[in-house]
């Protein structure tokens, strides 16, 4: 019995997403220089050929992949949560709780963060995920529950932490994740 047109659009768009997620974790762990597609499809367990079938080139799969990077960049729960009247320490509390639940189960969202960090040390990507938290941190200091120190630094240390074990959700299967408390008191202290 032939296939619906249904089923085979839905087996193109399974096999598309497959492309892309399996991508997005293999581009992070090697980098645009370090990818061939022949090694890609061989790591995807398809043939090359039907990688060319969905993207033209490397960069137009690498393009997407960065869409998905940007998608967590433009995270509207970060700007929302630093505009909320909320004390610091709440927010930073929050915050905190989001990305470790999305951590634990959502392994795009490692390798978007793992993407964005390193888009972002290239020079590729804003800045804005380090700028947000900054306003968090000195609206912190100035209510006397974040740790005192400069809040650009801050900032970095606490997406430094973030970013460490999103690469670790990506290279290693058995190791105890970070839970929330500990992120946040990377802020603010023993508070």
């Not at 433009?74 to 930073?92: C, E, G, H, R, S």
């Not at 999305?102 to 972002?120: C, H, P, V, W």
């Not at 912190?140 to 240390?157: A, T, Y």
């Amino acid at each position: 019995m032939p296939k619906s047109q249904e089923r085979c659009q839905e087996i193109r768009e399974e096999t598309r997403n497959l492309i892309i997620r399996k991508s997005v974790l293999y581009f992070a762990k090697n980098g645009f220089e370090g990818t061939k597609i022949s090694d890609l499809s061989r790591h995807i367990g398809i043939a090359q050929g039907t990688i060319y079938i969905y993207f033209k080139s490397k960069e137009e799969l690498y393009s997407e992949i960065f869409s998905i990077s940007d998608k967590i960049a433009k995270n509207d729960k970060l700007t929302t949560l630093v505009k909320l009247p909320l004390p610091a320490d709440t927010k930073i509390r929050k915050l905190s709780d989001y990305l470790i639940k999305n951590l634990k189960e959502d392994e795009m969202f490692s390798a978007g963060i793992a993407l964005y960090t390193q888009r972002l040390l290239e020079g590729e990507a804003d800045q804005s995920f380090y700028k947000t938290t900054e306003k968090m941190i000195k609206q912190g200091q100035k209510e006397g529950c974040v740790v005192s120190g400069n809040s650009r630094k801050l900032s970095e240390l606490y997406w430094g932490v973030v970013y460490l074990y999103a690469v670790k959700n990506m290279y290693q299967t058995d190791f105890a994740m970070i839970n929330s408390d500990d992120l946040s008191r990377v802020l603010l202290g023993d508070k």
